[in-house]
C-alpha cells in the first residue's frame, strides 16, 4: 500500500495558509521568480498574514494539548508512558519496541511527554513578540517526529510554517545574502533611472515575511 501523503490534515493547514498568503503578494518578496526575471522584491506586506497564521498555530498546538490533557495516560497512567507508546507503535513510529535501551528510558520518554504538553498549552506564546524563541521548541520538536515516526507530510508542512514564526532570524540573514549576491542590481521599473537598494527588513514598517 503506498503512502497517502494528504493526511493528518496538515494538508488543509497548509492550503489554508497558501489562499490568505496568496492575497499578500507574499510571493513578490523572497521568491526565486525575483532572481530569475531580474525583478525587484517587495519589502513588506501586511501584517495580518503573520498574524493570521501564528493564530493557526495557537489553534492547532492548543487542541492537541488539550485532547493529551484529557487523556490520563499521558500524566499518571500505569505502565509505559503514553510517549513511549506512540514512539514505539509499529504502524507510525520507527523505534523498536522491544528494545531494552528504550524501556529503560521510560523516564525520559514521560517527562518528555509533560513537557510536550504544556510546550502546547502555552502556544498563546506565538501570539506575543517571543514567538521566534517557542518557535525553536517547536523546530527542536518537528524534527524529531520526523525522524522516529511514519507520518507522512506531517512534520515537513508544519515546519514550512516556521518560516514566518523564525522571520526575526531568518528575514536578516536574507538580506545579507541578497546584498553579498548583488541581487539588487535589478532596475526597480517604478523607478527605471537606476537600481534599487533594498531597505533592510527591520527598517520596515509592516511585519516582515
Known amino acids: 500500500m503506498g503512502l497517502d501523503l494528504r493526511d493528518r490534515g496538515v494538508d488543509r493547514l497548509v492550503?489554508?495558509?497558501?489562499?490568505f498568503v496568496a492575497f499578500t503578494n507574499a510571493?513578490?518578496?523572497y521568491a526565486l521568480g525575483n532572481l530569475l526575471?531580474?525583478?525587484p522584491r517587495l519589502t513588506t506586506t501586511p501584517g495580518w498574514a503573520t498574524d493570521v497564521l501564528h493564530l493557526l498555530l495557537v489553534l492547532v498546538y492548543s487542541a492537541a494539548g488539550l485532547v493529551k490533557v484529557h487523556s490520563s495516560p499521558w500524566w499518571t497512567g500505569p505502565g509505559a508512558p503514553m510517549?513511549?507508546?506512540?514512539?514505539?507503535d509499529p504502524m507510525a513510529a520507527h523505534?523498536?519496541?522491544?528494545?531494552?535501551?528504550?524501556?529503560s528510558l521510560w523516564p525520559v520518554f514521560r517527562v518528555s511527554g509533560w513537557i510536550t504538553?504544556?510546550?502546547?498549552?502555552?502556544?498563546?506564546?506565538?501570539?506575543?513578540?517571543?514567538?521566534?524563541?517557542w518557535g525553536m521548541i517547536g523546530i527542536f520538536m518537528h524534527v524529531g517526529i520526523a525522524i522516529t515516526m511514519k507520518l507522512g507530510m506531517f512534520s515537513y508542512g508544519m515546519l514550512s510554517l516556521y518560516f514566518v514564526v523564525m522571520a526575526p532570524f531568518?528575514?536578516?540573514?536574507?538580506?545579507?545574502?541578497e546584498r553579498r549576491l548583488g541581487w539588487w542590481d535589478a532596475p526597480d521599473p517604478r523607478n527605471p533611472s537606476g537600481p534599487t537598494e533594498a531597505p533592510s527588513?527591520?527598517?520596515?514598517?509592516?511585519?516582515?515575511?
Open 37 to 39: 526575471r531580474r525583478r
Open 15 to 19: 492550503r489554508t495558509v497558501l489562499l
Open 201 to 209: 527588513t527591520a527598517e520596515a514598517g509592516k511585519h516582515p515575511v
Open 117 to 133: 504538553v504544556c510546550w502546547e498549552l502555552s502556544s498563546v506564546m506565538f501570539l506575543t513578540r517571543y514567538a521566534h524563541w
Open 83 to 88: 510517549l513511549y507508546r506512540i514512539l514505539t
Open 27 to 29: 510571493h513578490r518578496c
Open 170 to 177: 531568518v528575514s536578516p540573514l536574507l538580506d545579507r545574502i
Open 95 to 103: 523505534l523498536d519496541p522491544s528494545s531494552s535501551l528504550w524501556r
